[in-house]
């Protein structure tokens, strides 16, 4: 579906991307993780053919990007960070301009509206939306024809846990319908939760790329932290690896004296720090 | 080519809604009536009141001049503020990856709203025009007010980027079209002073009864016109 190779990308005399390589398969969600001024967004404008001057290759749905026609678009969809609404329409009246670009017969708004929750306000301008509801409307504007690429930049971005969530089910639920997703976060929870790679990118450069659970695994076992109560409340931890060694939580599940018991694994954002040595934020 | 018609078509509808951009529409309209009925009764109203030959009459070529360069001027007004608006809604990056594309875009939002400026006034100009221009004034007078028009779109959604800045751009804008008074008003070769300007040649064309001149405004319109849509696409980029 995509293939990068050697790609490098410049807004002025200092590489800003370099020598980057990868490639998504169809019906993968892939994750660029990174912190704000990373090449994230520069890297995904390249993938959607905005920024046409990059070196090296970088192959979309069969297409060089640097080289693509107006068709191109017909298979992808993109949703910005960013409201790219007309504010004085309303949702429908967008929806419909949007979907006559495209030679492709587009999903029914009305559906797209019920799965978002916005059927009742279709007839509303979009100025009056709140972020929530522009971020699903914006959303549900990537998909109107029905594309077989999504780049979805930051989707979940400022919204409360409610619209966070319902988006994530539509991320999903798209993904089960046989799209592959691009999605540029610096969210780790929904990277961990949705992408099936991702790769960290810092200074423009791909620093790790892997599924997020071979990315914790690769940085050792978790810990199992257990507490137990003996004139007062105790607690100790060992490695998952070397559980059945640990004589006091072995003898404290033989005398039923265990208080709580709990794994731990790192987290997306652990294993970044500890490669990257800096935070997502 | 189906996207750009429906982006032409939006932005029509997008006019309708907007009292201040369907009011300027009707400017040339409204101006034509006033140059070729209004100028001529003032006209002879000065003749009687100052007691000459002629007063308005030497400058008729100069009143044709503005007609032609009116009605485009307006039509890409009305597109660059289109633009601002959608750049103020981020929707003029979208649309480049769209299948209208980037160039669609441009043509959906400059060429064809210049275009029909062109036709409009290259129709009413012998209905409204006060002077017996030739044929070839007939055609290639509209063309120098409609390439004089894109750069005055160009150098607002270039140099300005919400619609309130682009109010205050326009008015500076504009002044590039005044270089048509030049040959009239200021003598000798310091006139020349500001020949970079389009504009400068138009006057001196209808000033000189020279039409040779106005292929010079035509070149240099394009000269300006190269640089601004490079930077523009650069912006919406």
Redesign the interface.
């Known amino acids: 579906m995509i293939t990068v190779q050697n790609l490098s990308f410049s807004y002025s005399k200092n590489p800003f991307i370099s020598n980057m390589n990868f490639s998504v398969g169809k019906g993968e969600i892939f994750g660029f993780l990174g912190p704000s001024g990373a090449g994230k967004s520069t890297l995904q404008k390249i993938l959607?053919?905005?920024?046409p001057t990059y070196e090296g290759s970088a192959v979309v749905n069969g297409t060089e990007c640097r080289g693509r026609a107006?068709?191109f678009?017909?298979d992808?969809g993109?949703d910005?960070e960013?409201?790219?609404?007309?504010?004085?329409l309303t949702a429908r009246e967008n929806l419909q301009?949007?979907s006559?670009?495209?030679?492709k017969r587009p999903r029914p708004a009305e559906e797209l509206l019920h799965m978002v929750g916005l059927e009742n306000d279709a007839d509303k301008r979009v100025g009056d939306y709140s972020k929530g509801m522009k971020a699903r409307l914006n959303f549900i504007k990537a998909l109107l024809h029905d594309p077989t690429l999504l780049c979805l930049d930051e989707p979940t971005s400022g919204l409360d846990p409610t619209n966070s969530r319902i988006m994530k089910d539509m991320i999903l639920a798209e993904k089960a319908r046989g799209k592959t997703i691009l999605l540029t976060t610096h969210n780790m929870q929904d990277a961990t939760e949705l992408c099936d790679r991702v790769a960290f990118i810092v200074n423009g450069k791909i620093c790790a790329l892997d599924s997020p659970h071979n990315l914790i695994m690769s940085r050792g076992a978790a810990k199992v932290s257990y507490s137990w109560l003996d004139h007062g409340e105790h607690t100790a931890s060992c490695a998952l690896d070397s559980l059945s060694r640990d004589e006091k939580l072995k003898s404290l599940i033989a005398e039923n004296k265990l208080q709580s018991i709990h794994s731990s694994e790192p987290t997306l954002n652990d294993i970044f720090m500890d490669i990257t040595g800096r935070t997502l934020l | 080519m189906?996207?750009i018609r429906?982006?032409f078509i939006?932005m029509l509808l997008?006019v309708r809604?907007d009292m201040m951009l369907l009011a300027a529409c009707l400017t040339p309209f409204l101006a034509g009536i006033f140059f070729r009925f209004a100028v001529p009764f003032l006209e002879k109203i000065l003749i009687n009141w100052i007691g000459t030959r002629e007063v308005l009459a030497p400058y008729y070529g100069l009143i044709d001049l503005f007609y032609c360069v009116l009605t485009p001027v307006m039509f890409c007004f009305i597109a660059a503020m289109i633009i601002l608006?959608?750049h103020?809604?981020?929707?003029e990056?979208?649309?480049?990856?769209?299948?209208?594309?980037r160039n669609?875009y441009l043509i959906s939002r400059i060429v064809i709203p210049a275009a029909a400026a062109y036709i409009i006034t290259t129709i009413l100009l012998p209905v409204f025009s006060l002077t017996n221009l030739s044929i070839t004034e007939f055609i290639l007078l509209p063309a120098t007010g409609t390439l004089q028009a894109i750069i005055t779109a160009l150098l607002i959604v270039t140099l300005s980027t919400n619609k309130l800045e682009g109010m205050a751009v326009t008015k500076i804008s504009t002044i590039t079209i005044l270089g048509a008074l030049i040959p009239y008003f200021i003598p000798g070769k310091i006139q020349y002073a500001l020949s970079f300007l389009p504009s400068f040649w138009s006057g001196k064309a209808m000033q000189s009864q020279k039409p040779a001149y106005l292929p010079i405004s035509i070149l240099l319109a394009l000269i300006w016109i190269y640089p601004l849509l490079k930077k523009f696409s650069k912006k919406i980029?």
């Open positions: 959607i053919g905005m920024l107006n068709r678009y017909e992808i993109v910005f960013f409201s790219t609404m007309y504010e004085k301009f949007f006559s670009l495209y030679d | 189906k996207a429906l982006s939006h997008f809604r608006e959608e103020d809604d981020h929707i990056s979208y649309l480049c990856i769209t299948t209208l594309g669609g980029s």
